[in-house]
């Protein structure tokens, strides 16, 4: 038995559950909490979606089939409580998608945890600018250099359109940076 169907098996029994679930915290955390913060930007904002990440694959591990990697289903959880971020805060402050992310780049100058230097912001600015599935595609494969078989188990969505999405993506991104 590999380890990840160990590790499912232990988190879906009710002796190994609480032992198990934090061996995949501490095994997945720091790569989803990069994932999510790619989308949320805001430090803050990112714990709040990672912890709401974990609470949901906590409890419907039940759930999981084994028809893609664990990983793969975990990506997919913290990818939609991101999306669900975004869009309930645009819909509480009555703004579009856009703007959110807009106002999260205008505050990362602001935020202790970001390291970045101005080619970063502009970089982030460019990618706020791409639709929201390129978003995605771009940062899972840019920043965290997922292989396209894992972003299309991830995203549901065939490995010629990722590439497509990402190609497309990069010349935006490319095109925002030289001409703005």
Do not use: C
């Not at 590999?2 to 995949?24: G, I, P, W």
């Not at 999306?83 to 402050?93: E, G, V, Y």
């Not at 990362?108 to 970001?114: G, H, K, N, R, S």
């Not at 940062?139 to 999405?165: H, R």
């Amino acid at each position: 038995m590999n380890t990840e169907t160990q590790l499912v098996a232990d988190l879906k029994s009710e002796s190994t559950r609480h032992v198990a679930f934090n061996d995949l915290v501490s095994q997945y955390k720091e790569r989803l909490y990069w994932h999510i913060r790619h989308l949320v930007k805001s430090h803050d904002d990112t714990d709040d979606v990672l912890q709401n990440t974990f609470i949901k694959i906590y409890r419907n591990i039940d759930n999981f089939k084994g028809d893609s990697k664990l990983f793969s289903w975990m990506y997919r959880i913290a990818t939609n409580e991101a999306l669900t971020f975004i869009n309930k805060r645009a819909k509480q402050m009555q703004i579009t998608n856009e703007e959110v992310q807009d106002l999260a780049i205008a505050n990362l100058q602001a935020d202790v945890y970001f390291e970045g230097e101005d080619i970063q912001l502009k970089l982030q600015r460019a990618i706020a600018r791409l639709p929201e599935k390129q978003q995605l595609v771009f940062n899972m494969k840019y920043f965290q250099e997922l292989k396209y078989k894992d972003m299309s188990e991830i995203l549901e969505t065939s490995e010629g359109a990722l590439k497509a999405s990402y190609h497309i993506a990069v010349k935006k991104v490319e095109d925002y940076l030289l001409n703005d």
